[in-house]
């Protein structure tokens, strides 16, 4: 069976330039009479205008994404979206009848939620480092790519097979694709505290860098001509799995080393993503022990 291999980122009022500094001194958390409402925050969920503008402004958690119905007030809006740009906080805007699947039945969200992420991300450079760091010592670093998983289910579990893998981390890209939010972190049973998961702006450039460190990357995809139990895993690798029902982007499977599949008896094409994942990372971890 044949397969190619290749070697080896307005202002409208004084306040929120002060905002933008983060110079506001109260919390989200505080219990004044605006944060009393249990509905305001919900886990990783926060919402409301004032309540997102305070989490913004005071900066002690890290938020993931903030999230605007379409057609909501744009100057109420407005200091939020300034000081998300001024901190590299995303932002979309969807329909308002979206924002329902974040709240509970009933809540007044004022057409803005802000998801606040669960666990902290591992810096790119530093995890880089550590993979080279180990092939130079002789190791064969077994990491995972992932391109576009938006289902913070199948991230979560993706997490806890990683973890129960001894895989060596995992790379996600910033956009277009779920972080680190608390249904993730519940998902993956307590594997968020044991692995590194870090962001890249780019997953070329990250694929890239891998090959210049001799690292094979393999992708999966259902049109490849090589099983996963055909490919050898004994020598460093990234593994790198596609979205729910996109797989990989045309240009990363380009990119990659190999591409290989898992072989499908039944009438489904495919299996999800995170069992996937699951089936490829410990056919590795097999081989590694023979």
Request: charged content about 25%; some cysteine; overall charge positive.
């Amino acid at each position: 069976m044949a397969f190619v291999m290749k070697k080896s980122k307005v202002q409208n009022s004084k306040s929120q330039v002060q905002s933008s500094k983060f110079k506001a001194g109260r919390s989200f958390n505080s219990q004044s009479s605006d944060y009393k409402s249990k509905t305001e925050q919900s886990g990783n969920i926060i919402f409301g205008v004032l309540p997102v503008l305070e989490a913004l402004r005071a900066a002690n958690r890290r938020i993931e994404k903030i999230v605007v119905a379409d057609g909501a007030q744009e100057k109420r809006l407005a200091e939020i979206l300034f000081l998300a740009r001024e901190n590299g906080v995303r932002f979309e805007k969807t329909p308002r009848e979206n924002l329902a699947q974040y709240v509970e039945s009933g809540a007044n969200h004022q057409g803005v939620i802000a998801l606040v992420a669960a666990a902290d991300y591992y810096p790119t450079d530093e995890l880089l480092e550590e993979i080279y760091r180990k092939i130079e010592a002789g190791e064969k670093p077994l990491i995972v790519i992932l391109d576009g998983v938006e289902d913070p289910r199948n991230l979560g579990a993706i997490l806890r097979t990683v973890e129960c893998a001894g895989a060596d981390g995992v790379f996600i890209p910033e956009r277009r694709a779920v972080g680190l939010t608390e249904i993730v972190a519940k998902s993956a049973a307590g594997a968020t505290e044991y692995v590194k998961v870090a962001k890249v702006t780019n997953l070329n450039r990250l694929i890239d860098r891998l090959k210049e460190h001799n690292i094979w990357v393999i992708g999966t995809s259902g049109a490849a001509e090589t099983n996963y139990t055909d490919w050898d895993f004994n020598v460093p690798c990234a593994l790198i799995l596609g979205g729910e029902g996109k797989g990989l982007h045309r240009l990363t499977a380009e990119k990659c080393d190999a591409l290989v599949k898992i072989p499908m008896r039944g009438q489904i094409e495919s299996l999800n993503v995170s069992v996937a994942c699951g089936v490829i990372l410990f056919e590795a971890t097999r081989q590694r022990k023979i």
